[in-house]
C-alpha cells in the first residue's frame, strides 16, 4: 500500500490522482521539450562545427539558423536511409538512437578536424 493516499477500494483518492496526473503532465513536457531540441536543433549544430570547424568563421546567430535547417535534413535523410535502405522499423526508439549516433559521429569528426 502506498503512504499518504487514501484507498478506497480500487479508487484513489482525488487528490492523489491530481498529484499524479500533474507528474505525468510534467513528464510530458520534458519529453517534448528535449525531443525537439533533439530533432530540431542537436544534429544540426554539431554538423555546423564540422562544416565550419572554426567558431570565428560564423556567428553564433549563424550557426543557430545553419543548424536549424542541418537538422533538418539530416534528420529526414537519416530516417529514410533506415526504413528504406536498411529495412529497419522507424520507431522512436531507433529513430531516436539514428539521431544520436549522427551527433555522435559528427562530434568525433570535429574533435578529429581540430587537433
Given at each position: 500500500?502506498?503512504?499518504?493516499?487514501?484507498?478506497?477500494?480500487?479508487?484513489?483518492?482525488?487528490?492523489?490522482?491530481?498529484?499524479?496526473?500533474?507528474?505525468?503532465?510534467?513528464?510530458?513536457?520534458?519529453?517534448?521539450?528535449?525531443?525537439?531540441?533533439?530533432?530540431?536543433?542537436?544534429?544540426?549544430?554539431?554538423?555546423?562545427?564540422?562544416?565550419?570547424?572554426?567558431?570565428?568563421?560564423?556567428?553564433?546567430?549563424?550557426?543557430?539558423?545553419?543548424?536549424?535547417g542541418l537538422s533538418m535534413a539530416s534528420v529526414l535523410?537519416?530516417?529514410?536511409?533506415?526504413?528504406?535502405?536498411?529495412?529497419?522499423?522507424?520507431?522512436?526508439?531507433?529513430?531516436?538512437?539514428?539521431?544520436?549516433?549522427?551527433?555522435?559521429?559528427?562530434?568525433?569528426?570535429?574533435?578529429?578536424?581540430?587537433?
Amino acid at each position: 500500500m502506498i503512504t499518504g493516499f487514501v484507498v478506497y477500494g480500487n479508487y484513489v483518492d482525488i487528490h492523489a490522482q491530481s498529484i499524479l496526473i500533474r507528474i505525468q503532465m510534467i513528464g510530458e513536457l520534458f519529453r517534448i521539450v528535449f525531443g525537439l531540441i533533439l530533432i530540431f536543433f542537436l544534429p544540426g549544430y554539431d554538423l555546423s562545427f564540422v562544416i565550419f570547424p572554426k567558431k570565428k568563421e560564423i556567428t553564433l546567430l549563424e550557426r543557430i539558423a545553419l543548424s536549424f535547417g542541418l537538422s533538418m535534413a539530416s534528420v529526414l535523410l537519416t530516417v529514410l536511409f533506415i526504413d528504406l535502405a536498411l529495412g529497419i522499423p522507424t520507431t522512436p526508439k531507433n529513430i531516436t538512437i539514428s539521431i544520436l549516433s549522427i551527433t555522435v559521429v559528427a562530434l568525433i569528426i570535429w574533435t578529429f578536424e581540430n587537433q
